[in-house]
């Protein structure tokens, strides 16, 4: 069992910035990471992913303003966030996948707003 926690969510105004981080309680070497958001009546969409081997995945959504990198000796994942609209407003989840085994944080509250 890979226990994830969120940090970094807050309020931002239209235009900032802010850097999620997630900090897994076991290694993440052979994981995929990767964040999804949910926002009030929608689903849970993926945002942007890592593999193991460090490729990236974005939403087109995201892309040119979101950064994904992970840190295997520090058993964390980042996400970079630029140019914040009202629009990614959520609740951030982080997730590691590994074959049958899949894990998500308690999510993180983003509120981009003036």
């Known amino acids: 069992q890979v226990q994830l926690v969120e940090s970094g969510g807050g309020l931002v105004q239209p235009g900032g910035s802010l850097r999620l981080s997630c900090a897994a309680s076991?290694?993440?070497?052979?994981?995929?990471m990767a964040w999804y958001r949910q926002a009030p009546g929608k689903q849970r969409e993926l945002v942007a992913a890592?593999?193991?081997?460090?490729?990236?995945y974005y939403a087109d959504s995201v892309k040119g303003r979101f950064t994904i990198s992970r840190d295997n000796a520090k058993n964390t994942v980042y996400l970079q966030m630029n140019s914040l609209t009202p629009g990614d407003t959520a609740v951030y989840y982080c997730?590691?996948?590994?074959?049958?085994?899949?894990?998500w944080g308690q999510g993180t509250q983003v509120t981009v707003s003036s």
């Open positions: 076991d290694s993440i070497n052979l994981y995929a």
């Open positions: 997730n590691a996948a590994r074959g049958k085994y899949n894990y």
């Open positions: 890592i593999s193991s081997a460090g490729s990236e």
